[in-house]
């Protein structure tokens, strides 16, 4: 099993940034590959960034691209979500997942998930 736990949601305004972090513990985190997806009230998870376990690839959503940016620190098992120009369309539940196969795009791929941190942005 892995335990992955979200931190560094809360309130900010628009043009600010946040930090999202996920520890995670259990198995080997350097095995897996990792997303951030978010969520809002009546919709499914949406895939917000990835990256390989490697951390050599990334993949970010049209919606973030060139604000957010996803990396990873194997030696922490942390994975890290740095937002900036954060506007109220990125009012979310944060989540971090990971699983060691499938496809890094696939949200159905992805076995371990966090309990999720909300993100809310004030205009």
């Known amino acids: 099993q892995v335990q992955l736990v979200e931190s560094g949601g809360g309130l900010v305004q628009a043009g600010g940034s946040l930090r999202l972090s996920c520890a995670a513990s259990?198995?080997?985190?350097?095995?897996?590959?990792m997303g951030w997806f978010r969520q809002t009230p009546g919709k499914e998870h949406q895939l917000v960034a990835c990256?390989?376990?490697?951390?050599?690839?990334?993949y970010y959503a049209d919606s973030v691209k060139g604000r957010f940016t996803i990396s990873r620190d194997n030696a922490k098992n942390t994975l890290y979500l740095q937002m900036n120009s954060l506007n109220s369309e990125d009012t979310a539940v944060y989540y971090c997942?990971?699983?060691?196969?499938?496809?890094?795009?696939?949200?159905?791929?992805?076995?371990?998930w966090g309990q999720g941190t909300q993100v809310t942005v004030s205009s």
């Open positions: 990256i390989t376990w490697s951390g050599g690839s990334t």
């Open positions: 259990g198995r080997t985190f350097s095995n897996f590959f």
């Open positions: 997942a990971g699983s060691q196969w499938g496809d890094p795009r696939s949200r159905g791929d992805y076995k371990y």
